[in-house]
């Protein structure tokens, strides 16, 4: 690791969602040390363990529109925006660019703790394009209680398709609505043992979202800078697919500024190399429904429903529209596979750091 013995760059990162500080922690895993994550969120700022000094620091801004925000000054060798889908510092690349291009859909979240339906790890996927209801468990405590705490998702199209306005609404994301505004569509939907009546009355809170991408841009990295996550490739949230590209974008700046850490800018347009092409292909296959075409199929082909999918989609078909995502995702089986094969024991070997215990914390900067 050729900055272990020698002067680093002090890195900034724009932006605590997983994008960001996934790339904080592959960045300390490789030995970078001098990482500084800014968040405007502060519902954020609770990050697990202790820390030495001088590893990562992060700096929460919270933002009033009545009074200026006390932002730090603070300048650095690299600087990594990975502030969203409404970038701020993609604006300032793409000046002209306009807000996100909306789909005419909105999506309202909820999770709630309940007694485990099917499997106790099965997913719920159903309606289609204008009307979905989505649902997993997401925590293994609550399996270990004997329980299944509930993600779901609810989507209605709310925007005719032949609208010109793509203009996303701007509800406000950090506070709940009333159920009201959307529950009746799903009032008599029952799938996989769940009621999504019963799912939608009682979850204590329900938060909306604009569903929303952008185009995609033929660059990110410029000099000293780059996009990471959804301000470099926001997509719509199909094929579950979001978090692990911004993921996977972590991980690739990590490893291109390790490689060519002489060369800050050449290392940025490497990792753009890498991620851009295939990020843009999934925005665009996102955008035309991807896996989710299956439930349109089937919508389309059996509106007053089935007994068995395979009369309504042969087998081929459906495992054709599967295979095809897959492949533009990076979910094939075997690619998978192989590359856990090349990457094990890949933390002993490089003598990358532990991810415990490592977070250092500036307080809240008002």
Same mark, same amino acid.
């Given at each position: 690791?050729?900055?272990?013995? /020698?002067?680093?760059?002090?890195?900034?990162? +724009? /932006?605590?969602?997983?994008?960001?500080?996934? +790339?904080?922690?592959?960045?300390?895993?490789? =030995?970078?040390?001098?990482?500084?994550?800014?968040?405007?969120?502060?519902?954020?700022?609770?990050?697990?363990?202790?820390?030495?000094?001088?590893?990562?620091?992060?700096?929460?801004?919270?933002?009033?529109?009545?009074?200026?925000?006390?932002?730090?000054?603070?300048? =650095?060798?690299?600087?990594?925006?990975?502030?969203?889908?409404?970038?701020?510092?993609?604006? *300032? *690349? !793409? @000046?002209?660019? =306009? @807000?996100? $291009?909306?789909?005419?859909?909105?999506?309202?979240?909820?999770?709630?703790?309940?007694?485990? !339906?099917?499997? /106790?790890?099965?997913?719920?996927?159903?309606?289609? +394009?204008?009307?979905?209801?989505?649902?997993? %468990?997401? $925590?293994?405590?609550?399996? #270990?209680?004997?329980?299944?705490?509930?993600?779901?998702?609810?989507?209605?199209?709310?925007?005719?398709?032949?609208?010109?306005?793509?203009?996303? %609404?701007?509800?406000?994301?950090?506070?709940?609505?009333?159920?009201?505004?959307?529950?009746?569509?799903?009032?008599?939907?029952?799938?996989?043992?769940?009621?999504?009546?019963?799912?939608? $009355?009682?979850?204590?809170?329900? !938060?909306? !979202?604009?569903?929303?991408?952008?185009?995609?841009?033929?660059?990110?990295?410029?000099?000293?800078?780059?996009?990471?996550?959804? $301000?470099?490739?926001?997509?719509?949230?199909?094929?579950?697919?979001?978090?692990?590209?911004?993921?996977?974008?972590?991980?690739?700046?990590?490893?291109?500024?390790?490689?060519?850490?002489?060369?800050?800018?050449?290392?940025?347009?490497?990792?753009?190399?890498?991620?851009?092409?295939?990020?843009?292909?999934?925005?665009?296959?996102?955008?035309?429904?991807?896996?989710?075409?299956?439930?349109?199929?089937?919508?389309?082909?059996?509106?007053?429903?089935?007994?068995?999918?395979?009369?309504?989609?042969?087998?081929?078909?459906?495992? &054709?529209?599967?295979?095809?995502?897959?492949?533009?995702?990076?979910?094939?089986?075997?690619?998978?596979?192989?590359?856990?094969?090349?990457? &094990?024991?890949?933390? &002993?070997?490089?003598?990358?750091?532990?991810?415990? #215990?490592?977070?250092?914390?500036?307080?809240?900067?008002?």
């Amino acid at each position: 690791m050729p900055f272990l013995n /020698g002067p680093q760059p002090r890195i900034i990162i +724009a /932006g605590a969602g997983i994008g960001g500080l996934s +790339a904080a922690l592959a960045l300390h895993a490789q =030995g970078f040390t001098d990482i500084h994550v800014f968040e405007q969120d502060s519902t954020a700022s609770e990050f697990p363990g202790s820390s030495p000094p001088n590893t990562i620091t992060a700096h929460f801004v919270r933002r009033n529109l009545a009074v200026p925000a006390d932002i730090p000054s603070m300048s =650095g060798g690299v600087l990594i925006a990975a502030d969203g889908i409404n970038s701020t510092a993609r604006r *300032l *690349l !793409y @000046p002209n660019e =306009g @807000p996100p $291009s909306f789909s005419g859909r909105m999506l309202w979240r909820g999770c709630i703790e309940q007694a485990p !339906y099917l499997t /106790g790890a099965s997913m719920v996927w159903a309606g289609h +394009a204008d009307q979905k209801f989505i649902a997993y %468990p997401i $925590s293994e405590r609550s399996k #270990k209680n004997g329980k299944s705490l509930i993600n779901w998702i609810a989507e209605l199209r709310v925007r005719s398709r032949d609208d010109p306005d793509l203009t996303p %609404p701007k509800p406000d994301c950090t506070k709940s609505v009333p159920k009201e505004k959307f529950a009746g569509p799903f009032e008599k939907w029952q799938c996989g043992g769940l009621s999504m009546k019963q799912l939608i $009355s009682d979850t204590e809170k329900v !938060y909306e !979202y604009p569903m929303s991408d952008r185009d995609p841009v033929d660059r990110w990295s410029f000099g000293r800078l780059t996009l990471l996550g959804d $301000s470099a490739h926001a997509m719509y949230p199909i094929g579950s697919n979001g978090a692990s590209q911004a993921i996977l974008d972590a991980e690739a700046v990590a490893n291109c500024l390790t490689e060519q850490s002489d060369d800050i800018p050449a290392a940025l347009l490497k990792y753009q190399g890498i991620r851009l092409p295939p990020t843009s292909k999934i925005v665009m296959a996102n955008r035309a429904n991807g896996p989710d075409q299956v439930l349109q199929l089937a919508h389309e082909r059996a509106p007053e429903g089935f007994k068995n999918v395979y009369d309504v989609i042969p087998k081929d078909e459906l495992e &054709e529209v599967g295979a095809k995502y897959k492949a533009i995702a990076g979910f094939e089986r075997d690619a998978v596979n192989e590359k856990a094969k090349t990457t &094990e024991g890949i933390a &002993e070997r490089k003598g990358l750091k532990s991810p415990q #215990k490592w977070v250092g914390q500036a307080g809240g900067l008002s």
